[in-house]
């Protein structure tokens, strides 16, 4: 890993795992993007340059040059490949800063001043970011006016990730608006690449979406003040021809959880410009004379082994740099959940005998999920009462807590911070503490209304109450839950030209929060989620070791689902949990080996009422948690190679390979069974080549190579929504 700057060129070139990075500071003092792809030397990139198309070009400010000869110098801000873009000098492609100064003028000409490189990587204030060493900081700043923008940039040697982020200063002598204050821009050679995004919505979350890319706007984005359902804050810029396992992929993955945008632009004179940040759909920042704002930092991630390569390199950064060091590797509780057992519907009787029919079984943790407190007997009532509901649970939270502790497990607590009902004391004290518009009535959304996380008040109401439960019972495990988004974004309080500036200031109360809570509470494990998946980012999972993954819970739909959220996400981070058949979601049957297979690739866990288990059904819990430890290292650890797409096939295939790539795990899944003519092998990847393995279920031992090149032979019996696990063990 290496940050080099050399002077005779102007170049800096930064190289991490596999990949170099390279910009220079060229003739006009413009910060002009070289190169970005797979390592290479550090030689003198500007000879490489070549001009595209050109249609109405113009000099920088001031100068008259040369611009009719289509050959000629570049000399275009427009033209140069850009490390960032700004508005109104000759710059027509998506800008990623726009302003207004107190004069009216809008325009920005951000020109290099200096550069340093810092030892330790800074955090961002109140924002999740990668942890990190060396640092990269280009000084950018107008000579008109002395308005500022910090460039940051922090390569590693151990997964092929650039963490990106601007600063933007203000450096005048009055106040500026930021219209827009994206956190990065880059350049790509060509234009005709194809994009990779995950859309979904509430128990669809994720689903991979592929299409080739135009010229013009091609825009990823959420509208919500969260990172959402609909389409995370990820999209991959990957070469026609590149597939799972070959070819160049380019991931761009946002750390943020409010409303962003992430754009990729295809350009007439035959380049890509790719940006984004905050979304500034409704976004205005004030920024006073010598303030500093804060942009959310960008994972780019570069492989040449195709997708399944840049979601690795994704992978390793969030495991290695920003998921809880404390937590991301240790073995995560096994919970049963008693949500799909009981909803609202429960007493302690119930809930013990969930508990006792699991207690042995290797089930470590009782978690206890919505309508514990207050008046919450239905999704109508009672949040923001974090007190128990003694009607339902007869002596407090102590009686059932030494319950759940008495048969060897924790125990563990819902809680829905941000969120306020209509009924409940909560309202009814302070009901300037839910997010209102002057003159206008709320949206209700899941019954419910938002409390307004921009005012400290509100937070500090939500840290005390919250903490006081944690601190007066012995909960070792969390789940943050949220199920609603920001509607008439409005904060009391605030100055009319502040307004703009919610949902930016949402997440910022979103992030302190998880500092006062989560953090401040070392010892409880928490977990994230959002009617399911609806709030699954890279910065939640700064805070959440885990999310979960969808409230759809069939192991059909779950393939596809956990596929899509493995593009951009480490296995260890989805909760995934075994449930009932038929589903409560979809209806669908499936079998029990299947449900647990599926589930096995996360975080897994167990939700279904188990009060009425067999004995029977409780040693095969035990045998599939005994089989889930036997392979949670790999999901903690291991590389991932999607082998099987079940958006184009009939299968669905994840194989784990340790870092050594001396074990390994593939769990293979048929979605429809047919009675004859089966002729299947499952694809093997991630192995060693020159190793010679063991595979389960066969004679003999197999060199990695002709593993990798036969694939295995399916061994699925008749019948629909069947897996088959396959486990590698090198012997040589
Ligand atoms: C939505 C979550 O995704 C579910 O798992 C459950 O916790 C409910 N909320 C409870 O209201």
Redo the contacts with the bound molecule.
């Keep these: 890993m290496s940050i080099t700057f050399s002077p005779d060129s102007r170049t800096f070139y930064l190289d991490g795992k596999g990949v170099t990075y390279a910009f220079c500071i060229n003739e006009y003092g413009y910060a002009e993007h070289l190169y970005y792809g797979s390592a290479i030397g550090h030689d003198d990139l500007r000879a490489m340059r070549m001009l595209g198309a050109t249609s109405y070009r113009t000099t920088p400010p001031g100068r008259d040059l040369n611009t009719s000869s289509s050959y000629g110098d570049i000399n275009s801000y427009h033209h140069f490949p850009s490390e960032l873009s700004f508005f109104g000098t000759g710059d027509f492609r998506e800008p990623a800063l726009m302003l207004t100064h107190e004069n009216g003028d809008r325009l920005a000409e951000l020109l290099y001043v200096g550069h340093e490189i810092l030892p330790e990587k800074p955090r961002i204030t109140g924002m999740p970011s990668l942890r990190g060493s060396e640092t990269l900081v280009v000084h950018l700043g107008d000579a008109v006016n002395g308005f500022g923008c910090d460039l940051y940039y922090t390569v590693y040697d151990d997964c092929g990730v650039i963490a990106r982020r601007a600063v933007y200063r203000n450096g005048t002598d009055h106040t500026v608006m930021l219209d827009r204050a994206y956190s990065f821009s880059f350049s790509l050679p060509r234009n005709d690449y194809e994009l990779i995004s995950l859309w979904g919505t509430w128990a669809k979350e994720r689903h991979v979406e592929r299409t080739p890319m135009h010229h013009g706007v091609f825009t990823v984005d959420s509208k919500r003040t969260t990172s959402s359902a609909t389409l995370n804050p990820f999209i991959a810029v990957v070469d026609p021809d590149t597939t799972e396992q070959a070819g160049s992929a380019y991931g761009v993955s946002l750390i943020y959880s409010s409303s962003y945008a992430l754009k990729v632009e295809g350009t007439s004179d035959g380049q890509t410009l790719v940006t984004g940040g905050i979304n500034d759909l409704d976004f205005r920042w004030k920024l006073g004379a010598g303030e500093v704002f804060e942009t959310p930092e960008v994972m780019l991630a570069y492989s040449a082994e195709g997708i399944g390569g840049m979601s690795r390199a994704l992978h390793d950064a969030m495991r290695s740099h920003l998921i809880p060091p404390a937590r991301v590797h240790q073995p995560r509780p096994i919970v049963i959940?008693n949500?799909?057992a009981t909803?609202f519907n429960f007493d302690n009787d119930k809930l013990k005998a969930i508990a006792q029919a699991v207690a042995g079984t290797g089930i470590d943790t009782f978690v206890l999920?919505?309508?514990w407190f207050g008046n919450r007997n239905s999704?109508r009532t009672g949040l923001g009462d974090w007190f128990v509901n003694t009607e339902k649970l007869e002596g407090g939270l102590s009686t059932i807590i030494a319950y759940v502790n008495s048969l060897g497990m924790k125990f563990g607590l819902?809680f829905?911070p941000e969120m306020v009902s209509e009924d409940s004391e909560l309202f009814r004290a302070h009901p300037d503490y839910a997010i209102a518009a002057p003159d206008r009535a709320r949206c209700y959304g899941?019954h419910q209304f938002m409390l307004d996380l921009t005012r400290a008040e509100v937070r500090d109401y939500i840290v005390d109450a919250v903490n006081k439960v944690l601190h007066e019972n012995h909960i070792e495990y969390v789940?943050w839950?949220y199920?609603r988004n920001v509607t008439e974004s409005y904060s009391i309080g605030r100055p009319a030209d502040q307004q703009a500036e919610f949902a930016h200031r949402y997440a910022l109360g979103v992030y302190d929060l998880c500092e006062r809570i989560v953090n401040a509470n070392p010892d409880i494990f928490f977990e994230g989620?959002?009617?399911?998946g609806a709030r699954f980012d890279p910065a939640m999972l700064a805070y959440f070791p885990q999310i979960?993954t969808s409230?759809d819970t069939d192991a059909e739909e779950r393939t596809y689902i956990q596929y899509g959220t493995s593009m951009a996400y480490p296995l260890s981070a989805m909760s995934c949990h075994v449930s009932v058949v038929p589903n409560h979601q979809t209806r669908r049957v499936t079998p029990i080996e299947t449900r647990a297979d599926i589930a096995h690739l996360g975080a897994t866990g167990y939700?279904l009422d188990t009060s009425a288990f067999t004995d029977e059904d409780r040693a095969r819990t035990a045998a599939q948690v005994e089989a889930y430890k036997a392979m949670e290292q790999l999901v903690l650890e291991g590389d991932l190679w999607r082998t099987e797409d079940p958006h184009t096939s009939n299968y669905f295939g994840f194989m784990i390979v340790s870092k050594d790539k001396t074990d390994a795990l593939l769990t293979a899944y048929r979605r429809m069974g047919s009675v004859n003519n089966e002729v299947k092998h499952l694809r093997v990847a991630g192995l060693d080549a020159d190793k010679t393995y063991r595979v389960s279920g066969f004679e003999g031992t197999f060199r990695g190579s002709t593993l990798m090149q036969i694939g295995l032979p399916a061994k699925l019996p008749k019948g629909d929504f069947l897996t088959a696990t396959y486990r590698f063990t090198a012997v040589d």
């Design positions: 959940n949500w799909e909803y999920d919505d309508g999704d819902w829905e899941r789940k839950d199920n989620c959002a009617s399911g979960w409230d939700e």
